[in-house]
């Protein structure tokens, strides 16, 4: 006999988009823009940076539902180009 299990997390449409190893997250200050990242950058100290920035501003609760970044789309891209070099 099969025990079947609840699903503890909803998969949307949105998640089939993002790869294996990467995670999705919305940045901007006033309007969000959603970015695929490797989830390697959320261990490097200037990424830590934006997730403290984060973390500041919303706390644990995001308003777009998953992690929110409040910062510039031209500082997050300046970052993030960094990250893959």
Same mark, same amino acid.
């Given at each position: 006999m099969a025990i079947r299990m609840p699903r503890i !997390? @909803? @998969?949307s449409s949105a998640a089939k988009d993002v790869p294996k190893g990467h995670c999705a997250v919305y940045v901007g200050e006033e309007? @969000? @823009?959603r970015f695929v !990242? %490797? !989830?390697s950058f959320l261990s490097h %100290? =200037?990424?830590q940076n934006l997730l403290s920035q984060a973390e500041e501003e919303f706390g644990f609760d995001h308003p777009m +539902? +998953? =992690?929110t970044i409040p910062c510039r789309e031209d500082v997050f891209i300046n970052v993030t180009s &960094? =990250? &893959?070099n």
């Open positions: !997390i @909803k @998969k309007q @969000k @823009k !990242i %490797p !989830i %100290p =200037l990424f +539902g +998953g =992690l &960094r =990250l &893959r």
